[in-house]
Each structure stands twice: as C-alpha cells, then as structure tokens.
C-alpha cells in the first residue's frame, strides 16, 4: 500500500494581510504533532548569490538594489525540495535568514514532518514550481491601507526600521511586485478569506473574532478532505 502524503496548505496574501497570524492560529488549533510551520522567507537567497561585497557601503548598496518582493530572490529549488521532503515523511533543515545582516544564518531550524504543513508567504501560491504540491491555497485578501499600517507596525518595531524607510521600499518595489507577483495568485486559490480589520482606532491586528472567521473555512475544507 502507498503511503500517504502528508497534507500541504499554502497560504498566501499581500505583506501584512494576516497570512502569519492566520497560520498561527491553524496551526495551534490542530495541535501539536499534527502539523508544522514553514516560512518561505527562510529561502531568501544568502548574500553570496549576489557577489561579495567589500565594504560596508558597497554591501547597503548591494541590499538596496535587491527586490526582496521578487519570486526570484527566493532560492526556489531548495524550498522545493524541502517541501518534496516534508510531503514525503522526510524532516529538513531549513535556512535560517537574518534579517539584521540581509544574509542567510550559519545556522539551520530542523523541521521534522507532520500531517498538516503549513507553507505561507507572499510567494506562496506564485511559484509554478510548487504549485503541484499544494493540497490547499489560502489567499488572505487584506486592504492595501491596513496591509501598509501592519508593515510599517512590524518593520520598526521587530525589525528596527524607520518609518520613512519602510514607506520608501514600499512605494519604490513593495506596492507594484505585490500586483504583479502576489495578488493575481488570489485568482486561482482555492479559498479567498477577507479580513476587513475592525473598526475600532488603535487596533491594528486581527481580533480573535475576526481569526475565528477567517479560520473557519480552512477548517471546514481539510474536514471534507479527511484530513482532520
């Protein structure tokens, strides 16, 4: 008898639209050893892809002219066969990418296999080369307003940034890569799930009504699969 695969949901929206946090939350409602978490930003292409730079200046030059909102900043082929491995009962070690230091960790984060895995990403559903192990796409469609105040949120004060930087990239690669990489994905999905915010001043995050229903259809597809 052929062994069953293990189930591969990826999800997929704009930066900032809730994608993580609605992966979260999936993957603590099926508990632990029934699923695991896999973040396609670990692939991002180490600093040697594109050259050694010499001196501090020539690397903030080097970083500046890479588009992070690229399909093709991510190592492709390794995610693959990453996910070829998980899907088949294999674990991994995948990249750690430091975000600090633009460059790719000499560490690694040992993923071992679970029943449900849990890809999500803004490229998630827009790499031919991996559509075919999708189980289940999830597009996480978010306001570009809310998406913008999440970023900003997130990027100065997890990841040290200025206001006026992050406002930068998004208007100079940010905002067109996201209509022409990410967004046509949600055309294809398989479930669009909206997550309109809420009204309320100050709150920027999803509240847990609002994660409750995004999650329900997710969960009410892998219940008709016969996954959970």
């Known amino acids: 008898m052929t062994k069953k695969k293990n189930f591969l949901i990826a999800m997929s929206g704009g930066s900032g639209s809730g994608k993580s946090t609605l992966a979260v939350a999936l993957l603590e409602r099926l508990g632990p050893g029934q699923a695991v978490m896999f973040g396609e930003d670990a692939y991002y292409h180490p600093m040697s892809h594109y050259g050694e730079p010499q001196t501090a200046a020539e690397r903030e030059a080097l970083v500046a002219g890479i588009n992070y909102d690229d399909p093709k900043s991510k190592e492709v082929d390794h995610l693959v066969s990453d996910l070829r491995a998980l899907k088949a009962g294999e ?3 995948q990249p750690i990418y430091d975000y600090d230091r633009h460059d790719r960790s000499e560490n690694t984060r040992r993923i071992e296999p679970a029943p449900v895995l849990i890809l999500e990403g803004i490229h998630a559903l827009s790499m031919p080369k991996i559509r075919n192990l999708i189980d289940l796409s999830v597009y996480v469609d978010t306001p570009d307003d809310l998406r913008l105040a999440r970023r900003i949120r997130r990027d100065v004060i997890e990841r040290g940034r200025t206001v006026d930087s992050v406002l930068q990239q998004y208007m100079s690669t940010v905002r067109a890569a996201h209509y022409r990489f990410t967004y046509p994905a949600m055309f294809e ?9 809420v009204p309320a001043y100050g709150h920027v995050k999803p509240s847990a009504e609002a994660i409750e229903r995004m999650l329900a259809p997710v969960l009410s597809r892998l219940q008709t699969a016969g996954v959970i």
Do not use: F, H, Q, R
Request: charged share 35%; glycine share 16%; hydrophobic share 50%.
């Open 91 to 93: 674990g991994v070690d």
């Open 189 to 197: 999905a398989d479930l669009v799930i909206a997550d309109e915010g």
